[in-house]
Each structure stands twice: as structure tokens, then as C-alpha cells.
């Protein structure tokens, strides 16, 4: 009784991982593009913050709904993010496959057939559709403390990936900038581009700094891929277990039986 109070206490909403993995790259896109627009964002806040004041607007209502906007469109680009980032898992691959040094972990890639196999799910799954999220609900059915917490670093996983995306989504706009500034146009078919002043979308700096956290961040999901596969395969012998079934069989077991099993020296002395 006291193991299953503590699973369900330990146990975490899924909304929460959706939250963290949906949102946290919505607001490092936010901020990217703040940062990355220089002089013209610092001047769109000002302009918007004088609006409020002149028009005398309650200020708390304006807050609100702009708030449920950015909530809703966060959790869809995060959404958006976590699909299209898969492209991120061909990135490293390909570094992979050139055998760069850093990228050489044998558990990136792993078939878990022969693992799911101590599962015992044949009868009721196919071993082709059979792969680590019969792991994690396999988990969370017999043993929630474990399936919670292999969970949770799987949508560490997933928003390293997704993080990934939104950094090289940053650096491929700092990038396309980068070519008006070259050739010093001020404007484009008669719109004036923005001014970013000396450190925003299409300078040098800027740039660099994008790639350079996709990078690391792209690094990042490599090892935490790499090391949530090898947390599987460690944990799948005890996952394997129901919570009961050690205890089952001491029960079930015959008191004499556990005597006469019993090698120890007391026993033996006794047994003389």
C-alpha cells in the first residue's frame, strides 16, 4: 500500500512535459528575435508602451489578452517545433555516419526487440510495431515512479531537439539578412529594412552565437538520446518485474519449503 502511495505522488501530469517541451522553445524564439531585431524591437516596445499610456487603456485587460495570444501561439509553434524537428535527428546522423569524433555512442541507435521481447506483449503487439514508447507505457502501467522519471528525461530529449530547431531557425534569418548588408542596401522594393544596429540579424556576431548553440544544442540531444537509450536497457530487467511479484512469491512460497531451501550455516546446524 505504501509503494503505490508513493507512485502516485511522484507521479507528474503529461501536461507538464507538454508545457516545458512546447513552450521553452517558443520563448527562445521570442527572445531570439528581440534581440535579433536591435534598435527596431527596443522601438516597437517603446511606441506600444506610449500607446497604452496616451490612450489611457486599462493596462491589466490589454495584458490578459495579448498573454492568451502568446500562450496559444506558443504551445502551436512548439508543437510545430517538435514535429519538424526531426530533421534534427538527419543532422546528427550524417555526422554520424562520417564518423566524426564526439558522435561515435553505440547506444544513439538501438534496436529494442530483443529487450521488449522480456515484456512478454507478443500476443497482443507485433514485434515490428514494438519500440521504446512500449517501454515507457509499460512503465507507467506496472511501475509509474519509473515510467514517470524515464518520461521526464525524455522530454529533456525532445526539447533539446526542439531547441535545436528554433536556434537554427535564428541563424538561417541572421543568415538571409546578412546578404542586403553586404551589398549595403538601406531598402528593398521601397521598404526600409530594419535596423538592427551592431549586433542583430545579419551581423556576423549574431550569427555566430546562433550557430554556435545549435551546435551544442544539436549536441546536446545526441547525448541525452544516448544515454535515456542506455537508462533503458539498464531499467528494463526491473520494469519488467510487476510491483508485486517478489512479493508474491515469498508469500506464495511454503514456510517449509524456505527452511529446507535455507543454506545458511545456522540452518545447517540445526538440520545436524
Avoid at 521553452?24 to 528581440?34: A, D, N, V
Avoid at 517538435?82 to 553505440?106: H, W
Avoid at 544513439?108 to 506483449?121: A, P
Amino acid at each position: 500500500m505504501e509503494d503505490s502511495k508513493i507512485s502516485e505522488n511522484v507521479k507528474v501530469p503529461n501536461f507538464f512535459y507538454d508545457l516545458i517541451v512546447f513552450m521553452t522553445p517558443s520563448l527562445t524564439l521570442l527572445l531570439g528575435i528581440f534581440v535579433g531585431l536591435g534598435n527596431t524591437g527596443t522601438k516597437i516596445i517603446e511606441t506600444h508602451i506610449k500607446y497604452l499610456k496616451i490612450n489611457d487603456i486599462n493596462f491589466l485587460i490589454v495584458f490578459v489578452f495579448f498573454f492568451i495570444i502568446f500562450l496559444f501561439l506558443a504551445y502551436e509553434y512548439g508543437r510545430l517545433a517538435e514535429a519538424l524537428s526531426n530533421c534534427i535527428g538527419d543532422f546528427v546522423r550524417f555526422f554520424r555516419r562520417k564518423k566524426i569524433l564526439f558522435t561515435r555512442e553505440k547506444d544513439y541507435n538501438i534496436n529494442f526487440k530483443t529487450e521488449i521481447s522480456k515484456l512478454n506483449l507478443h500476443e497482443f503487439l507485433d514485434d515490428d510495431r514494438m519500440d521504446k514508447w512500449t517501454i515507457y507505457f509499460y512503465a507507467l502501467r506496472f511501475q509509474p515512479a519509473i515510467g514517470s522519471d524515464i518520461l521526464k528525461r525524455y522530454a529533456w530529449e525532445k526539447l533539446s531537439r526542439s531547441s535545436a530547431f528554433t536556434f537554427g531557425i535564428l541563424f538561417c534569418i541572421s543568415l538571409v539578412l546578412t546578404i542586403p548588408k553586404i551589398f549595403e542596401f538601406h531598402s528593398i522594393f521601397g521598404y526600409s529594412l530594419i535596423d538592427t544596429g551592431g549586433f542583430g540579424f545579419g551581423s556576423l556576431p549574431y550569427s555566430l552565437i546562433m550557430f554556435l548553440l545549435f551546435f551544442i544544442t544539436c549536441y546536446e540531444y545526441y547525448r541525452r538520446r544516448s544515454w535515456n537509450n542506455d537508462l533503458l536497457i539498464k531499467v528494463l530487467p526491473v520494469i519488467a518485474l510487476p510491483n508485486d511479484y517478489v512479493v508474491k512469491r515469498v508469500v506464495a512460497k511454503p514456510k517449509k519449503e524456505i527452511i529446507e531451501n535455507d543454506e545458511s550455516p545456522r540452518t545447517k546446524r540445526k538440520t545436524k
